[in-house]
């Protein structure tokens, strides 16, 4: 069986105003605390796995900011992880960076390690946004850091571009847009601005001192986004996501066509044996758990219902959608039955959706409007 594995790692260097994502403030103390934890952890998690049925086919780094760790500290941390479960040759390997943290040392320390596919938060190439965004690289910055994705021959990368942010006009993202496909980068990541509740960003909207975008704006933003990506050759495979050829995130595909995957380090989300389980949001209590030998989990009672309408919502995020063989073969029942026919229809008609013989997907309009689609497809 192949399974994917994902840390958080929890260190910032700052907090942005938008994250809702679990962090603190990088500290090396605090940081070698975090990866003594986490070998007990590891051991814990995958000695729980039934003895040679799995293969690790994706490692996947996010956070916080990866790019800051200690590199000794994850090379001994890989180096266990290879002596307690079968690594498979074609590993997809990514890690999240920000462009301020990317240098040559960093990058190539990470391919020494085995990473081929650094990810970068660029989000604008605007100034003005990143700085609304309590981001602290600047667009040199990431210039330079796909400059040295390319100089160190990584064959797959990608960038992370964020839209609808406060105040951004067309034009504004047009220039994001069209720089990011001047720069190439093999994937692309393209995402709505969310004001998340807890933010500092969901504060000053509530206080009134930053307007959001509109939703018509936001609407005429991604699809034209998504219209110069495909004009540039980029093939769209999820909602959010473009690749060229070959260089789709396969780490995501496991999440989205419900694959197994084990999550470590503190807020890490996991998927085994048909069992869904979180560990605390919490350094130090998931520091003080497993130096008492015990797994941090939270366990999520959720059934088998939760879990159809789970792989709906998430495969019609796919251009491809959800077959019907795939679906029966996980659960044991027909697609058809866990769906409104009746909506169905009338989505068919309009030309939103696709159910054929094959599966159902939705079109390029459908996935304008996915998530109003989801809810009305869901008995």
């Not at 996010?62 to 090379?75: D, I, K, R, V």
């Not at 959010?240 to 989205?256: D, E, I, K, V």
């Not at 009746?342 to 013989?357: G, M």
């Not at 159902?360 to 309009?365: I, K, P």
Request: hydrophobic share 40%; net charge negative; aromatic share 10%.
């Amino acid at each position: 069986m192949t399974l994917s594995l994902y840390l958080h790692y929890p260190f910032c260097a700052n907090r942005c105003s938008y994250c809702d994502f679990y962090k603190e403030l990088h500290e090396p103390a605090l940081e070698k605390a975090f990866y003594r934890a986490l070998t007990i952890e590891t051991e814990l998690a995958l000695n729980q796995l039934p003895p040679g049925q799995h293969e690790v086919q994706t490692i996947f780094i996010g956070g916080g900011t990866p790019s800051l760790t200690n590199l000794g500290l994850l090379g001994e941390w890989l180096h266990l992880v290879r002596s307690l479960i079968k690594v498979s040759d074609w590993l997809e390997f990514s890690v999240e960076t920000n462009p301020e943290s990317v240098s040559h040392e960093v990058l190539a320390g990470f391919k020494a390690l085995g990473v081929n596919r650094p990810l970068f938060g660029i989000q604008s190439f605007n100034q003005a946004q990143l700085r609304l965004l309590d981001r602290i690289h600047n667009p040199d910055d990431s210039h330079r850091a796909l400059y040295l994705a390319r100089a160190l021959r990584f064959d797959n990368y990608g960038v992370d571009l964020i839209f609808g942010l406060p105040s951004q006009t067309g034009q504004m993202l047009a220039d994001d847009v069209n720089q990011v496909i001047d720069l190439a980068p093999p994937h692309i990541s393209f995402y709505q601005l969310a004001v998340e509740e807890g933010t500092p960003l969901a504060a000053q909207v509530a206080a009134g001192e930053i307007e959001p975008v509109g939703s018509d704006l936001a609407a005429m933003m991604f699809r034209e986004g998504c219209s110069r990506f495909r004009e540039a050759d980029y093939t769209r495979y999820e909602i959010s996501s473009f690749a060229m050829p070959g260089c789709q995130c396969r780490h995501n595909l496991t999440y989205w066509q419900g694959g197994e995957y084990l999550g470590l380090g503190p807020s890490a989300h996991s998927f085994v044996g048909d069992r869904r389980f979180a560990n605390q949001a919490n350094l130090g209590e998931y520091v003080s758990s497993l130096e008492m030998g015990q797994l941090p989990r939270l366990v999520d009672e959720s059934g088998e219902e939760q879990r159809m309408n789970e792989a709906i919502m998430l495969g019609l995020r796919l251009t491809e959608g959800i077959t019907h063989s795939s679906f029966l073969r996980r659960f044991g029942v027909a697609l058809d039955t866990r769906l409104d026919m009746k909506q169905c229809e009338i989505f068919a008609k309009s030309d939103h959706l696709v159910l054929d013989d094959a599966g159902l997907r939705l079109t390029e309009e459908g996935l304008m409007m996915v998530d109003e689609i989801t809810r009305r497809l869901l008995p």
